[in-house]
């Protein structure tokens, strides 16, 4: 790469978590239980589960996100199960001594999440509560010690356990009111230290979820993913409304999750069953929220599932009056969508399909693709020209640790591939404003639950079983990240 950056001076280096993934504290500071907090571990063969109460008998049933509890149960948390995301890394205690370790790296941005729960620990009240309010606070004014400029998540895969058991994981337009009273206590309440938002996380999953885990042919599922997704376009675009109204400085994005897919063979059948593809997982939410209104091939997704849709002309208004003023989406992998036989199938982060003969997987089975990123990037700026961030990007890995240090040259590999990318991408014109790589400090993994899938720069002792000190020790990634931010990816080596 020459001398001359192609990312802009004021270009957003950084990294991202979500709350549930980090926090723990899960029922400190007045805090309630959020869904998360009643799902079990995993791991990439065993799923997890969320656990509950119903007439009276324990329960568990497979967690997928955003997919909530049988109806009438009630979500408990069993003596017996483990539960990660309790302690996580216990950020909550400890987000001095991390977003320390983020501005040695020399982070502009750091996305993260609140928890819902923290501000209403039922969803319903009326009054936020406080304590939850000044954690956060607390945080921000730490990031602004530094000047990292919080990109903040309104909702990651964590509803309120008390409001998914009350209206069945959204599907009850009363969320659009909860939510939305949510984010404008948000907005009011951190006007002014926190500038940059995004409404709910990979919003499309709900869609790519059916198609990965097999269901795909049950209308009743689409039925339900259609509808819920309609109301959170709505609140979405409520709260688009009320943060400009609140303050003009906001800037708040979609998140998609971004999953490039390619035709698995050159029979056209192949090619437009992918083009089919992109529409239903990816870019009906991106349309919807970036251009405020259902696009034309809507009625023939809905149609293909017999959906009929609660929607009524004052939420098409909301819809028009609440678009997005940026596109942000996570990229980890690329797909093959095929109609033949697939002998060898993939999958990951809610896609599955068929081996890509020229990428190389992941131990988890995600294909490295930088050059997906690259096609993801300019296809999403030619459609919506709008800015774009790229929000996750990251290799979940097994590090090792020797003698108190990780050696993750696999990681670097796959970050400087994927920073090549966003630059040819912006040769090509594509108005990238930021870059945070997901689990920037090690998480608990989203999928499986598991600690030893690791993405971060910043190593934390932790196994699967919930033993060790949390102590923090910097990996090779993090001297490496912290030069390409200093050099704006002019060194990448
Ligand atoms: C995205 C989520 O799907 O991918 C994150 O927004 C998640 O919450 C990340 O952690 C990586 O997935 P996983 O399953 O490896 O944690």
Not at 23 to 47: F, I, R
Not at 392 to 405: F, H, M, R, W, Y
Request: proline share 3%.
């Amino acid at each position: 790469m020459s001398n001359k950056s192609v990312f802009s001076k004021e270009f957003l280096w950084g990294g991202a978590t979500a709350a549930n993934q980090v926090e723990g504290g899960y029922d400190e500071g007045g805090k309630g239980l959020s869904v998360t907090d009643v799902q079990t571990a995993g791991s990439l063969e065993v799923p997890r589960y969320l656990t509950y109460t119903l007439n009276g008998e324990k329960g568990k049933i497979v967690s997928l996100p955003g997919q909530g509890l049988p109806k009438g149960a009630k979500g408990a948390v069993f003596d017996e199960e483990y539960y990660p995301n309790h302690v996580a890394i216990d950020f909550y205690h400890r987000y001095k001594e991390d977003i320390k370790l983020f501005a040695e790296m020399g982070f502009k941005v750091y996305r993260l999440s609140i928890a819902w729960t923290r501000i209403f620990p039922n969803g319903d009240e009326k009054k936020p509560n406080q304590e939850g309010l000044d954690f956060y606070r607390r945080v921000f004014e730490e990031l602004k010690k530094y000047n990292i400029e919080p990109l903040v998540t309104i909702s990651h895969y964590e509803d309120p356990l008390a409001l998914s058991e009350k209206y069945g994981d959204w599907s009850d337009r009363k969320m659009i009111d909860e939510f939305e009273k949510y984010a404008k206590v948000l907005f009011k309440e951190y006007k002014g230290l926190v500038k940059y938002w995004l409404t709910f996380n990979e919003i499309n999953s709900a869609l790519l979820m059916l198609d990965m885990f097999g269901s795909g042919g049950n209308d009743e599922d689409y039925q339900h993913a259609y509808q819920k997704l309609h109301y959170q376009f709505v609140a979405s675009a409520r709260a688009v409304k009320a943060a400009h109204e609140i303050d003009p400085n906001n800037v708040v994005g979609n998140m998609i999750c971004g999953v490039a897919t390619y035709p698995g063979t050159t029979d056209p059948a192949d090619v437009i069953a992918n083009r089919y593809n992109w529409e239903q997982n990816i870019l009906y939410c991106g349309d919807v929220q970036a251009k405020g209104k259902y696009p034309t091939y809507a009625q023939r997704l809905w149609d293909e599932h017999n959906v009929k849709l609660d929607i009524t002309d004052k939420d098409l208004e909301e819809l028009k009056a609440g678009k997005v003023d940026m596109y942000t989406f996570s990229y980890y992998m690329s797909n093959l969508v095929t109609t033949h036989e697939v002998k060898d199938k993939v999958g990951g982060n809610f896609a599955a399909g068929a081996k890509n003969p020229y990428l190389e997987y992941s131990e988890w089975g995600w294909a490295t693709d930088p050059t997906g990123l690259q096609y993801y990037l300019e296809l999403m700026y030619d459609r919506y020209e709008l800015p774009i961030m790229v929000v996750e990007n990251g290799l979940g890995a097994v590090d090792k640790l020797e003698d108190g240090k990780v050696h993750d040259s696999y990681r670097i590999d796959y970050l400087r591939q994927h920073i090549q990318a966003m630059a040819k991408a912006i040769e090509n014109g594509v108005d990238l404003r930021g870059y945070t790589t997901w689990g920037c400090i090690d998480c608990i993994s989203a999928g499986t639950g598991q600690m030893s899938k690791r993405y971060g720069f910043i190593y934390v002792d932790r196994d699967d079983k919930g033993n060790g000190s949390l102590e923090r020790l910097k990996k090779d990634s993090f001297y490496w990240y912290k030069k390409v931010i200093e050099s704006n990816s002019t060194d990448l080596d």
